[in-house]
Every structure is written in C-alpha cells, then in structure tokens.
C-alpha cells in the first residue's frame, strides 16, 4: 500500500478521535500529528508528559518502574528492597532482561525479588522497624552486597514512613551504602518521573562518595557508558566497539554495573548517553558540577554506529580517530554481508513503533538501513526535547503519536496496514491476532543483542524471520473469514 | 523563577535548559556578555525573554541560575 498523504494522514487522526467524547477529544488531539520535518521545536505539533486521560488504556508505567525496574534494577551487586506489598517487586521480577555477569545469591542480585512484604500492621503502625530489621537480615544473609536501596512503592509515601532515618542509620551500622529513593509508583504520570527521582537519589547518595579521592588511576580515555541496560547483552556489544577504538569504558549505568562504578564515573572524561531519556538528569548534573561533558550516542544500526564512533572519537586525540575508522573499517565485511543477505528479504517493507524513551527514534536508522521505512512512532513517557530529536528522524507526513491508547493504536494500525510492528508485550498478541507480525522492543522479543555491530546482525535476522515467516500467510483475521461451514458442527459438539 | 541549566555547546552559544518545562533553547542574545559583566536580558531562539540579575564576572559554564521570566510567551 502506498504511504498516506499529508491530508489523509490528518483526516485519518480526526477520525480516529471521532469516537471520543469532546473533552477527550480535545485533550488527545494534542497528542497525535503528523510529522513535519521543518519544524525545529516539537512543541509546536505534540504535547507530551501529560496525565493519561482516564477511561482510555495507556500503556504507561509507573515512578516505581521507572526508578526500580529501569535505573537502580540493573545495578548488580546492590541488593534493591521493593519497599512495600509484595506484588510490585514480584510482577517486574527480572522482566527486563538486564544481563549481568556474577553469582546471583552470592555476589549478585539482578534477577532477585527483595520485599518487605507490607501487611495491614505495617500500614496501620508504619513499617519502620521492619525495614531495619531487613537490612540486618540482608546482611547475615547476603555479606557480600555492595549496598542497599531502598525503592519506595505507593503506601510508603502515603502513611509517611521516614525511610531515610532508617537508611542513615543502618549506613552507620553496617558501613555500606544504603539509598532511600522515593519512587513511590503515584508520583507523576508516568515512569518518566521514576528515571528523574532515581537520578537524583545517585546524585545525592552514591555520586559524591569518592570526592576528594585521587587514589583511582585516571587515563586520558575514561568514559562512561550512560543509559545502556544491557537488555539482551546490549551493553556488552557497546563497550568492545568502545574498547576497540581505544577507550576505556570505566562504568556501565546501570546494565551489569555495580556500585564502585558508579562512584568513579565522576573521574571520567566524557559521559556517553544512550538512552537520554532516562539519564540525562545525572548527565547534566554531572557537567554543572565535575565538568564533565556529555554526547549522546546511537549504536543501532552500522550508519548510525559509524556516525556515533566518529562523533564520539571527535572529541578525543588522533588515536581514537584512527581507532574508529579502524573498527569501522574492520566490522565492514559483516555488516555489509548482513545487509546484502536481509535487505533483498525486507525491502520496501514499513514499520510502525510504540516504544518507551529512547527507541522509537534510535531504531528507526537500523531499519532504514535493511531498506525498511519507519511510518509511525511514539513515546509512552517521552518529553518535549524527545519528540524535538524525533522529527528530523521521520519521514514526511509519517504519524507521532504519544502515549497512544490501545484503541487508537488499533484504529492507525487498521488503516496504515504496517507490515511489522515493534513495541510492548500488552500490545503483542492483539496485533499478532490481526495477522500483522510483531517485535517486542522493549525486551527484544526474548533475543538480542540489537545494540552495535554484533546486535545489528541479530536485529536484521530477528526481523526476517518475524516478517517472513510463513505462518503469517495462515492467519486470517476475524472479519475477513468466510462464513464457515463448521458452525453447526461446532454448535452441536 | 525557574532555574535554568546554562552551558556553552560546540559553536559557543549559550545553551538554555529548564528541566521542569523540558524547553532546551540557543540564547539568541544576551544584554551583558563581556568578561566584566555578564547577565542582563537574554532572548532565546524561540522568541521568549528571560532576565538574569547581572554579575560582575563571566559565570563558570555550565552552571545553574535563577532566571526571571519576562514575558507570558506563547
């Protein structure tokens, strides 16, 4: 199907927003445009980081999500209490896919569930106490943890419990660190805020920890790799192109990172971000404060990993810059040969997006680069300067949609007829019962690497056999099935 | 009185970050910009206006301020 013009791209939006009734109509109308590229401000065409409408299904999380299961999840050798009912911690349990190397139960704790199980005393009476006797408890249990954090969920901002007593005191005890973060899950309107309050707890409990002391040995070509989960082992095919072209990866935030990390990441010279939605905070706190610089990078993809690599070697010596050709030059042979066997299978084929905070315009160079063309994407919980680093990446007259509802989502995806589409796992089996084929991007369908020159090649063979498989052909959609003779049949089964 | 995040980017224009409202604008101008005296009136890209209580000194970018917003904007 030919792509839609700019007039029907519109018409296709107010149709959409038909169904609702006037003042949710007006509130979602700022929500979906139709992407300009000569705008320079988003502004101008979405608004974003509103509260949800209620009544219509976001896909949005919560504070506690954003500060528990993306920033402070993945630091490893940390053990992280869901402070609070059970159920938070356990639900999100390991979901992410934040690999790790490390004994988990000895000297890690990614894929754990710590809680302290909130009862009905520990409302009525707070829940103080027992959050002191858990960090004892962890530290018989688990001595070799680096440190405690202490996510908040809902009740514990609601009956007022002085978590960061208990934390000052149980430091002073057993001499780690231990963060009370306020994430409680009702602050804010999405898991946004979550990555905010998370930022800003590293910068007032873990940042400062090693100011003053020169004992760590500093090179010219310290980085930190800012905002890479390791969803998948992303990280890991980040940090050898980094480490090829000659710079030392001193600290990973926070995929298979740990504590000590962190605290030397203020030592480096250049922060590099990736996923600038959730860690930009620290980033800048970080250049106001130790006068770090900061650049954001993009590994999907080998022209927008060659143009990251070039970007980021700009602002070293000639060494790096020869390093990065070097690495550039030495990948070449794979990913042209990745290009040349999947682009001919996925040519001309069209995407739709609906991820979180940085993909749904990261990805979109990896598939244009396998000759696929990106004609919708939206956030669930990014701001303003996200959309604002959006438009120059999509096309023409293409939809932006943010924090689409499951009903819009269907309705674009009915009438722009997609032949993939990349987002959530709520989203997943409606459109797979569609008969369209679908990509989990948050989690990459339980694959990966995507990151880098290694994750690329797994990123193109992911979407060919998503695309060309041949069970698409026997999925008929409900209202185009004929009348079917089995009926009675059935009926009388 | 929103606390602006300023910083020099590549081309060594003032770089304007309000975290609260995500609005990252080029100043397009500053009323005071020399090593004496710095502050003053700065318009930024978009058309909006804020003021700076100016300083006898070049601020060390980046740094946090307290801006005053002078007009309504759009």
């Not at chain 1, 999907?300 to 690599?309: D, H, Q, R, V, W």
């Not at chain 1, 989990?440 to 369908?445: I, K, L, P, V």
Request: charged share 25%; net charge negative; hydrophobic share 35%.
């Amino acid at each position: 199907m030919a792509a839609l013009t700019r007039e029907e791209t519109e018409a296709l939006i107010q149709e959409v927003l038909e169904v609702y009734p006037e003042q949710a109509r007006k509130d979602r109308a700022k929500h979906l445009a139709v992407n300009d590229q000569s705008l320079e401000k988003s502004n101008k065409c979405i608004t974003s980081n509103r509260k949800s409408q209620p009544g219509t299904m976001t896909i949005r999380g919560c504070a506690y999500a954003g500060s528990k299961g993306v920033v402070w999840g993945p630091i490893k050798d940390m053990i992280h209490i869901s402070h609070g009912p059970v159920g938070c911690g356990q639900y999100s349990r390991a979901g992410r896919r934040n690999y790790y190397v490390g004994t988990t139960g000895v000297n890690t704790f990614g894929t754990m569930n710590f809680t302290s199980d909130f009862q009905e005393k520990d409302i009525v009476f707070g829940g103080d106490k027992k959050l002191a006797k858990i960090m004892h408890e962890i530290e018989q249990l688990f001595p070799l943890n680096k440190g405690i954090s202490i996510q908040s969920e809902c009740p514990i901002g609601l009956i007022g419990d002085d978590i960061e007593a208990v934390a000052k005191k149980a430091n002073k005890e057993i001499g780690k660190p231990v963060v009370p973060v306020r994430c409680e899950g009702f602050r804010g309107v999405s898991q946004s805020l979550g990555h905010h309050i998370a930022n800003d707890a590293i910068r007032d409990w873990v940042l400062e920890n090693r100011d003053g002391d020169e004992s760590f040995p500093t090179t010219p070509y310290d980085v930190a790799v800012i905002g890479d989960y390791n969803i998948g082992g992303d990280a890991w095919a980040s940090r050898t192109l980094l480490e090829e072209m000659g710079l030392r990866v001193v600290a990973q935030w926070s995929g298979d990172g740990t504590i000590a990390e962190m605290e030397k990441t203020p030592k480096v010279k250049l922060n590099l971000i990736h996923c600038y939605r959730s860690m930009n905070y620290i980033a800048r706190h970080m250049e106001e404060k130790y006068k770090i610089p900061w650049i954001e990078y993009n590994f999907f993809g080998p022209t927008k990993i060659a143009e990251s690599l070039r970007k980021i070697a700009a602002l070293f010596d000639e060494t790096i810059q020869e390093g990065a050709e070097r690495v550039i030059a030495k990948y070449q042979s794979e990913y042209d040969a990745v290009i040349a066997k999947y682009k001919p299978r996925l040519l001309g084929k069209r995407v739709m997006l609906y991820v979180g905070g940085l993909r749904p315009r990261h990805v979109i160079g990896a598939y244009e680069d396998l000759g696929m063309e990106v004609v919708g994407t939206g956030y669930e919980f990014g701001h303003n300067d996200d959309y604002d680093r959006t438009i120059k990446e999509m096309g023409n007259a293409t939809l932006i949609y943010d924090d689409v509802t499951g009903y819009e989502f269907e309705e674009f995806v009915k009438r722009v007829k997609p032949d993939l589409i990349g987002s959530g796992i709520k989203e997943k089996y409606i459109f797979q019962k569609m008969g369209i084929p679908f990509r989990q991007m948050h989690s990459w369908d339980y694959s990966g690497p995507y990151h880098g020159y290694d994750g690329f090649a797994i990123f193109a063979r992911d979407m060919d056999m998503t695309l060309n498989n041949p069970c698409w052909k026997q999925v008929k959609v409900p209202w185009k099935k004929e009348e079917s003779p089995n009926v009675a049949v059935a009926a009388g089964a | 009185m929103p606390s602006v995040m300023l910083k020099k980017n590549a081309e060594g224009k003032l770089v304007f970050y309000v975290p609260k409202k995500d609005l990252e604008e080029v100043a397009e101008s500053i009323e005071f910009d020399s090593p004496e005296k710095w502050g003053g009136e700065v318009l930024l890209s978009d058309g909006s206006k804020y003021y700076f209580e100016p300083v006898n000194a070049q601020p060390d970018f980046p740094v946090t301020l307290r801006a005053k917003r002078l007009d309504s904007g759009d």
